[in-house]
């Protein structure tokens, strides 16, 4: 069973920020379909989900930290429904190694596409900084989330802007520019 955890309603249409479950299969499944070849966020995005239950299960162990992969930690995971339609998914690391913090940070999220444009990577974003926030996630005194992005990813960079993050420093790893901003909570 989903856990309700906020809700809010724009322009006649309410919005939901819900712990995985079951209840969304049908819906995951339409959304990676709509994914395609695209590269997906978060990484959750990526685990093996031929058996669901299974699947959630695994996001459990991540939650709980048990049984995780070498170079990663805790993570949350949360998904932006409207009705038994999921529009996005965060994953909120509960905290960071050496290796995330260089490259990776506390968030990251994904909207799919077909709900893209319409402000819903702002609001799951603001969603899981108040969560991070009311279970004490973050850096210097819990007080400072680190998300990234890829450098040229401007909507992303947007986004982050929109509910306060502040660049605070651009890196190069290989080929790849990313752009690590902090978010005060």
Not at 33 to 52: C, I, K, N, Q, T
Not at 120 to 139: D, F, N, P
Request: net charge negative; hydrophobic share 40%.
């Amino acid at each position: 069973m989903s856990e309700f955890l906020k809700q809010s309603c724009i322009d006649g249409v309410t919005y939901q920020l819900v712990t995985p479950s079951a209840r969304f299969e049908s819906s995951y499944r339409e959304y990676i379909a709509e994914l395609g070849d695209e590269e997906r966020y978060p990484f959750v995005l990526d685990l093996d989900a031929s058996d669901f239950n299974h699947y959630l299960d695994r996001l459990e162990a991540f939650r709980l930290g048990v049984d995780l992969p070498k170079g990663y930690v805790d993570s949350a995971t949360f998904w932006l429904v409207r009705g038994n339609t999921l529009l996005g998914v965060s994953n909120l690391r509960q905290r960071l190694n050496a290796e995330i913090a260089h490259v990776g940070g506390h968030i990251g999220l994904g909207i799919r596409p077909s709900a893209r444009g319409k402000g819903l990577s702002t609001l799951l974003l603001r969603w899981t900084c108040e969560i991070a926030k009311s279970r004490h996630i973050g850096h210097a005194n819990n007080s400072q989330l680190h998300v990234h992005c890829y450098f040229d990813n401007h909507a992303s960079q947007n986004m982050i802007k929109s509910v306060g993050g502040v660049l605070d420093s651009t890196i190069e790893v290989g080929d790849i520019k990313v752009a690590r901003f902090i978010i005060e909570i």
